[in-house]
């Protein structure tokens, strides 16, 4: 990986990091999962808009053969991670949601093999199973009854869901800039959040003013800026080693949660983290095969 997509992903990862702090802080101040996810989603769609008509901005509509593609990787991207991530921390806590999103990269590799026909060899199989393994662990882990937990569901939901967007997303990033790719998806994955719309005066009214600046955060940060940093390196090295970078966002998630909520996931969980993050380093690491075309573009 060169040095421009190492330094945009480091960045990408240690704001998505302290995402899962931010939101649950954000809920226990007084929001609803469905007003927050809102809310932070039309904070970064007006902060595209502000951009997109500053002076001197050259910024072009999608053409029209990518607006339903667009709009369904924003939906799976945008709309079905955070649904994902901020219900399902209403019961899970912080560390534990960053350590299932941390193994995205194992349903990246799954979704490479299927839609971009490459090959994994035995290490790369045994890592898929290793990582699995360690998932497993994590969402038993979340309830103290070793039950799979509803949130833990979701948050896994919300795992698959980027992985899908980190391997459509790449294709989109030959024909449009990282900050136009990044403004449609948001307009798009926003849409589906207007259905919370309903009671959002009044959460917002009865949420202290703490919550508030943390739902600002989420919605500038970790929706806007770190989604254009992420497809800068995406549009700078390749998915599958740039999504591997995706095994250091636990450590600030748990990181964070912490020092911001006194949070700590059970043992159990810490486990299968790490087990987890051991399967993302043999598959990405000794599994993954170049396909011919690849081998030849290279």
Known sequence: MNAKALSMALITIIIWGSTFAAIRYSLHGGYSAGHLVLVRYLIASFAFILYAIMPGVRFRLPKKQDILRLLLLGWVGISMYHIGVTFGEQTISAGTAGMLIGAAPIFTALFAVIVLKEHLGIPGWTG????????????????????????????????????????????????????????YVTWAGTLPFLWFAPGLLDSIGHATLEAHISTLYVGIFPAAIAYVTWAIALSAGKASSVASMIYLEPGVAILTAWIWLSEWPSTLSLIGGLVAIAGVLVVNGFGRKQTTVEKKSA
Do not use: D, N
């Open 128 to 183: 898929l199973a290793i990582g699995l393994t360690g998932i497993v662990l994590i969402t038993l882990g979340s309830s103290s009854s070793l039950t799979v937990s509803g949130g833990a569901l979701l948050v896994l939901m919300a795992a698959v869901a980027t992985s899908v967007f980190f391997v459509f997303q790449k294709a989109f990033l030959t024909r449009y800039s990282p900050v136009e790719l990044t403004a």
